[in-house]
């Protein structure tokens, strides 16, 4: 979990950053990871008014690269 909570995320769709990995979802039966979340954000330095961390689904990433983790996520499902 390390490894990836200090890439970037980057949403192939529409190629924004959407941020970077603040936790793992993981299916401790299986022994795999369910989601990857990123935190929200909003308000005055992040704190006030947080916005909904967005989770995006382990069968949703693309690619996992050195510094940057690709995510096929609908740009539709996005709260701004």
């Known amino acids: 979990m390390a490894d990836l909570r200090d890439r970037d995320v980057v949403n192939v769709n529409d190629g924004k950053r959407l941020g970077i990995i603040s936790d793992i979802e993981v299916d401790v039966e299986r ?11 909003g308000g005055f330095m992040g704190v006030l008014s947080r916005k909904h961390d967005l989770v995006i689904p382990w069968d949703q990433i693309v690619k996992v690269g050195v510094d940057t983790i690709l995510v096929d996520y609908p740009v539709d499902t996005i709260m701004d």
């Open 31 to 41: 022994g795999r990871i369910r989601a990857i979340v990123i935190p929200g954000t």
